[in-house]
């Protein structure tokens, strides 16, 4: 196909709930750069926050629009001319954040926390959501013959998981508390218990969702938290050790709800020179206790996206130790794209991970 034949189709937000579908010219590619025809996009929840208010965290559309979208997958059309590790017809997924290389932070391996990092539909840089999107070849990985095009959508978010497990040394027989069963903390149950952990307990607020979890092995024992409950954090904390069985505490508690209450109840929940990782975002200066997380040595780490996870995901479903597939509860068109973030936003639709095929 010629390039005027091919349209390029892009789905954009304005913060006002709505997608605007826009006819945009095929992006030029430079010599480092693939050109991907874009198959699958899964929705997140920070994308989710820019189609509804216009911003997410620290990130602001500032009443300008954008591509949104940065789970993606697809095939490779072009390839510049400097691009030695893929060729056209490759299937590839995206790694959404280009960092400059080249910084000490960049040069030391923690990328992700590039200064001038330029991550997909993060505002100014738009998202792949659109048939064609160009992106540096060193964040596109090739993927095997078995792991299809949604699957390997589905590897940004595990890549999140991955990177959270990595910073709370999961390892043999531990106990894990994590907090919110949505995608990303169902992945982070899997990858955990991939990582050794034989005592894993689930805590939401929603009973299908903990279920659900269960259901997909992410965890062996679950805890409903009733909104009224979480007003004291200790009390929580109790109830929780009770159902994980372990006086000490979890070796580590991995809060994936964006709750205020879930942190402080993690600090609580987890044992004497244990951790608590940060996944979630919520509220920019959360109360917790912080002088019993000092006296009990629990380490609070911050968790920004990945560094160097993609290569362990991809190995990870290829080998079939975690589906992703069962994750995705609902499949639109990008014509339908409005309708696949109204679904994703409505919790009656009961929707864990929306997948958008191109
Ligand atoms: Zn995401
Ligand atoms: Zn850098």
Not at 3 to 17: D, F, M, P
Not at 169 to 191: D, E, H, K, R
Not at 241 to 252: Q, R, Y
Not at 301 to 309: D, L, P, Q, T
């Amino acid at each position: 196909m010629s390039s005027e034949e091919r349209t390029n189709l892009a789905a954009i937000v304005e913060g006002n709930r709505k997608i605007r579908l826009e006819h945009r010219d095929i992006p030029t590619l430079g010599t480092n750069d693939v050109l991907i025809s874009i198959s699958s996009v899964g929705i997140c929840g920070s994308d989710l926050k820019y189609w509804a208010y216009g911003k997410c965290g620290r990130f602001s559309l500032n009443g300008k629009s954008m591509v949104i979208g940065h789970e993606a997958a697809g095939v490779v059309t072009s390839v510049g001319s400097g691009v030695k590790h893929l060729k056209i017809g490759d299937r590839v997924t995206i790694e959404p954040g280009v960092p400059c290389k080249s910084c000490e932070i960049c040069q030391g391996g923690r990328y992700n926390l590039c200064k001038k990092m330029r991550f997909c539909a993060t505002p100014p840089v738009d998202g792949n959501l659109c048939n064609y999107y160009v992106h540096d070849a060193d964040f596109c990985y090739k993927i095997p013959d078995n792991i299809t095009t949604e699957e390997a959508a589905m590897l940004e978010p595990l890549s999140v998981a991955v990177y959270a497990c990595e910073r709370a040394n999961i390892g043999l027989g531990q106990s894990i508390v994590i907090f919110g069963a949505g995608p990303i903390g169902i992945l982070c149950g899997l990858v955990a218990k991939n990582s050794g952990a034989s005592n894993i307990c689930i805590v939401d607020i929603d009973e299908g969702r903990l279920a659900f979890a269960k259901s997909l092995g992410a965890a062996n024992k679950t805890y409903f938290a009733t909104l009224e409950a979480s007003k004291d954090p200790s009390k929580v904390a109790d109830d929780i050790l009770e159902i994980l069985g372990s006086d000490l505490g979890a070796h580590s508690s991995l809060e994936c709800s964006g709750a205020d209450s879930s942190l402080a109840t993690g600090i609580h929940v987890t044992r004497p020179g244990g951790s608590v990782i940060l996944v979630g975002r919520g509220s920019l200066s959360p109360s917790i206790p912080i002088v019993l997380a000092a006296t009990k040595e629990v380490d609070i780490k911050g968790v920004f996206r990945y560094a160097n996870n993609y290569p362990q995901s991809i190995s990870l479903v290829s080998s079939g130790a975690i589906d992703v597939s069962k994750l995705i509860t609902h499949r639109f068109t990008l014509q339908e794209s409005e309708k696949a973030f109204e679904v994703a936003a409505d919790s009656r639709q009961r929707a864990i991970k929306v997948m958008i095929n191109c």
